[in-house]
């Protein structure tokens, strides 16, 4: 489902340039999926409505912050740990929702993963490129069973 934002809105499906590879693009592919649209035309949507000047801007978390400002996303946690999260968003509305893995250490440590949450019912989680993390011993597993119980989770939405 497209998000309300794009309703009437002429998308460019172009490739934008310096585009982040797509190993390094979790904020672009949690963006796009929170818009219910590819990355390409997310990219140039915020292009278009200047909330970046280039499509690595989004490396940068006070572009980051700003995009969540524009989309009018509410924030619901910030350097919660997963655990509280999980069981938290039961109580907000169903929607799609962005959302930060700082790690163990917080936000202060600077070091995120972007990701979605799809909330219809129970929670979901669409870690797009690092859906499949490989572990120490080569085995795969998907990116919710990647964040431990511990780790500090900002949480944005839902997006309308």
């Known amino acids: 489902m497209v998000a309300k934002i794009l309703e009437n809105q002429k998308l460019d499906y172009s490739q934008p340039s310096n585009i982040l590879p797509y190993d390094k693009n979790c904020v672009a592919m ?5 818009l219910g649209v590819g990355v390409y035309p997310t990219i140039n949507f ?48 169903d929607g799609r929702y962005f959302a930060t893995n700082w790690g163990p250490s917080g936000s202060a440590g600077g070091n995120g993963h972007a990701f979605a949450i799809i909330k219809k019912g129970g ?16 085995s795969s597993r998907p990116y919710h069973q990647a964040i431990n119980e511990t780790h500090k989770i900002s949480v944005y939405g839902p997006i309308i």
Do not use: H, P
């Open 30 to 34: 949690t963006f796009s999926r929170l």
């Open 46 to 93: 915020f292009l278009q409505k200047g909330w970046i000047s280039k499509a690595s801007d989004l490396e940068n978390d006070g572009m980051i912050n700003k995009i969540i400002k524009e989309l009018n996303l509410a924030e619901c946690y910030v350097d919660s740990s997963w655990a509280a999260v999980k069981t938290g968003m039961q109580g907000y509305k």
């Open 123 to 138: 929670i979901g989680v669409y870690g797009n490129n690092q859906e499949v993390k490989q572990s120490s011993n080569g």
